[in-house]
């Protein structure tokens, strides 16, 4: 790598770490160029070097979070011994505690839209396909008879369920929930929604 | 009524219909009370004489989205044949479409955050607290046993769990699902929830 391209890496980097403290400390609301700029020491123009444009560095930092993520809900899964149920119950609760320990960051991942007319580019979507990975694994287990595809829609609808019940549990608006009580309420509803498939398949001709 | 008084009401529902129409087409990030007070034909700030500030205005909005919610939701309760499962699956589809055919006002009730160090206001707290009123009625008819702590925790969770659904599943950064199959989801996800919930309880000493 040529020494110029070496120190535009090294900013790079820079710049994500800087725009992701910010995010962390203020939403994404508080994110401004001019002083991410500021901080690594480069002018206002030059951030337009290192990143596309702002939508190019929120999705760059939002990688950054999902590698996250995606490490904590595989960390949770390592307690072999556990049944798919209990399994999916755990990941589920190691979601709740990212979000509830990463808020803003987690928040900006489902809070920041591409502008009308510009799409989520392809390696965002297959980041955040991943994520399902984790559900798809134990749901296979318990219903291995399953199409690939009502399989895959299962899996998003699991995920999906648990987003909502932290997203909401988190938030203001709703009158936050304490962790303790989101933390059983998740793992509540987990095992319920799970056990209520596993009768339904049962019953199914 | 004073004349000034009626003129100032008159403005005011202008000014909510212009921010609503505003966010409807745009989304939150497309408003400006410049622009809308060029619309209804006063000075700029003559805004905050209508109301407190940006976020009021947001809010106010929100209540007209909630209300309009609110009778979606009550709408499709009225089939009182139906079993308290399969309201609850109604009720969760209703919601779905709703989001579907309001989608960025509705998304607008979400991502709105009140700036550090100011609360949502009681009055916004109660409305929203309103909504799970809907999932309250079925799920006490199911579990006529639960204390009243644990079946408002059920009713938030099962509102929770149908919004995350919906609101990854209307996202294009989850890859958008066809509505059609987000309605099957979202009843296949809320028969299993419940199902599993009142074989959990069965289960119970």
Redesign the interface.
């Known amino acids: 790598m040529s020494k110029a391209l070496e120190r535009r890496e090294k900013l790079r980097e820079s710049l994500l770490e800087a725009a992701e403290a910010v995010i962390a400390a203020?939403?994404l609301?508080g994110l401004k160029t001019r002083d991410l700029a500021q901080k690594i020491g480069v002018a206002n123009g030059a951030v337009y070097n290192l990143v596309e444009d702002v939508d190019d560095l929120v999705l760059r930092v939002g990688s950054r979070t999902l590698a996250r993520l995606d490490a904590a809900l595989s960390a949770s899964e390592e307690a072999a011994s556990a049944t798919p149920v209990e399994t999916l119950v755990r990941i589920a609760v190691a979601y709740c505690d990212f979000a509830a320990e990463n808020t803003e960051l987690w928040r900006a991942?489902?809070?920041h839209?591409?502008p009308?007319g510009k799409?989520?580019p392809e390696w965002?979507?297959a980041e955040?396909?991943e994520l399902f990975r984790h559900v798809h694994g134990p749901l296979l287990t318990l219903f291995p008879q399953l199409p690939p595809a009502e399989l895959g829609?299962l899996s998003?609808?699991?995920?999906?369920?648990?987003?909502?019940?932290?997203?909401?549990?988190l938030?203001?608006?709703?009158?936050a929930?304490p962790l303790d009580?989101l933390r059983r309420?998740?793992a509540?509803?987990v095992?319920?929604?799970?056990?209520?498939?596993v009768?339904?398949a049962k019953e199914r001709p």
């Open positions: 203020k939403g609301a991942l489902f809070e839209h591409m009308p799409d989520v965002r979507v955040q396909a829609a998003r609808s699991l995920f999906s369920a648990v987003h909502g019940m932290v997203a909401l549990g938030e203001q608006k709703l009158v929930v009580e309420e998740v509540l509803i095992r319920a929604m799970v056990k209520g498939l009768l339904e």
